[in-house]
């Protein structure tokens, strides 16, 4: 339970105070812990880990492993998830493959891995636009939009909770 608490704390710290490679260099033991420990470890604990440090991996544009995390999540289904957590897994997802260049692969998670009701505005504008995506001038002009959607989201903060998406697009636009 400490071990388990300890490292969702300091992950969600070096997420926070945007210190990347501090955070990674502390994923790499705290991974080694938490494998050694899984069966002592709550389903929660587990999918946070997982959540988190795809979280991490994606800000430091490591997406495969990313994607690597999430798949446990979602695909290899390793420990029952949140509902709204894996619903945000889902998003990070399309992220990750946006950022590798999977545009083939985003309609696949469009329309295997999202339920019918399961959306937030304005993050079905993800689901919906980036496959679409062609060039560096369209994809300024989407999170430019997104950017604005996601000031004026009544949804603000619990989009803030999963993920930085206003970070997230504010680097895709000036790039």
């Known amino acids: 339970m400490i071990l388990e608490k300890n490292t969702q704390l300091s992950l969600l710290y070096f997420l926070n105070t945007k210190q990347v490679e501090k955070g990674l260099e502390y994923l790499k033991s705290a991974a ?7 069966n002592e ?3 929660y604990g587990i999918t946070s880990f997982y959540y988190y440090s795809a979280i991490l991996y994606i800000s430091a544009g490591y997406y495969n492993e990313s994607i690597r995390m999430l798949n446990k999540i ?3 289904n390793e420990r ?4 709204e957590k894996a619903m945000f897994a889902k998003y990070l997802l399309l992220l990750a493959h946006y950022e590798l260049g999977n545009m083939e692969v985003l309609n696949s998670i469009n329309e295997k891995m999202f ?3 399961e959306f937030i505005e304005p993050l079905n504008l993800l689901k919906q636009q980036l496959p679409l995506i062609q060039n560096r001038k369209e994809e300024k002009s989407f999170f430019t939009d997104f950017k604005k959607q996601l000031l004026r989201s009544k949804n603000k903060e619990l989009l803030q909770k999963y993920f930085d ?5 504010e680097n895709k636009i000036k790039r």
């Not at 029952?80 to 509902?83: D, G, K, S």
Request: glycine share 4%; aromatic share 8%.
């Open 80 to 83: 029952p998830i949140q509902p």
């Open 165 to 169: 998406f206003l970070s997230w697009a």
């Open 115 to 117: 339920g019918p009701n």
């Open 41 to 43: 470890i709550s389903d």
């Open 32 to 38: 080694k812990s938490m494998e050694l420990l899984k």
């Open 74 to 76: 979602l695909v290899l």
